[in-house]
């Protein structure tokens, strides 16, 4: 299958241009979405002229980058788009094995609860409270088995994405996600990734970085895109194919 890799990016100036190095040493056909920096991230991704580079033109938010993303791959033909973030806590030496699980699944999904590693740091409090919060009712509410509802690092079948019509541009993209892949019965497996913080006071932005304000508009997202699917599709509880693989 052929596979590209996608990077969504925003002022990674210091971490980008060695996750890039580590991805292109891997062989894999890159893209980075540039969503809007103004740092020093655009000289980086200029020193690697194997990595194709999409602009936005301004900051539009993770869940924008994504779709441009996932555009790009459906548009030149890819078979599946495998998403990492930027900041270095994923290891691209993974990649082959997610892509590989594509064959039997819609989304390979990385969760850094399956297992433990021995290189795993702790996930700061509040950020692992909202995810098992959010993951508990997503798997309740749309019968899927999920351990971490919020890991960047995933592969796609581009032809499983094309029959969603996502829209939220911002850090709650996943709530909205995973109510359409379930919405569809895509088929959904997890692959256990270490758990690296290596900048665990990392910004959201404005007004997320408050833990509660965070939470609730997950919530508000995740709410609105179950009224949506309800509305549009018909779409009920316990509509999902999943399953939860040990590595």
């Not at 509040?126 to 508990?136: A, E, F, G, P, W």
């Not at 508000?220 to 895109?225: G, R």
Request: overall charge neutral; some cysteine; proline content about 5%.
């Amino acid at each position: 299958m052929r596979n590209l890799t996608a990077i969504p990016v925003y002022n990674e100036e210091r971490t980008v241009g060695p996750v890039l190095e580590r991805v292109l040493a891997a062989g894999q056909e890159v893209l980075v979405v540039d969503d809007g920096s103004t740092d020093g991230t655009p000289v980086v991704l200029g020193r690697h002229p194997r990595a194709v580079s999409v602009r936005h033109a301004k900051n539009r938010g993770y869940g924008a980058s994504l779709q441009t993303a996932f555009t790009y791959a459906a548009q030149h033909g890819y078979d599946v788009v495998t998403t990492l973030d930027a900041d270095g806590q994923h290891d691209p030496s993974l990649i082959p094995e997610f892509v590989a699980a594509c064959a039997e699944a819609d989304i390979v999904s990385g969760s850094r609860y399956l297992r433990e590693f021995a290189t795993d740091t702790p996930a700061p409090s509040d950020r692992r409270r909202i995810n098992m919060l959010l993951t508990d009712q997503i798997n309740a509410l749309l019968g899927l088995n999920l351990t971490d509802s919020f890991c960047g690092f995933k592969s796609h079948r581009v032809d499983a994405l094309k029959r969603l019509r996502l829209t939220e541009e911002g850090y709650a993209f996943p709530m909205e996600f995973w109510v359409q892949a379930a919405c569809k019965s895509l088929r959904v497996i997890e692959r256990a990734v270490p758990r690296i913080y290596l900048d665990p006071n990392r910004s959201f932005g404005e007004t997320l970085d408050d833990a509660d304000r965070r939470l609730a508009y997950y919530q508000l997202v995740l709410d609105k895109a179950l009224a949506t699917a309800r509305r549009t599709t018909g779409c009920g509880l316990q509509t999902a194919r999943s399953a939860s693989d040990a590595p």
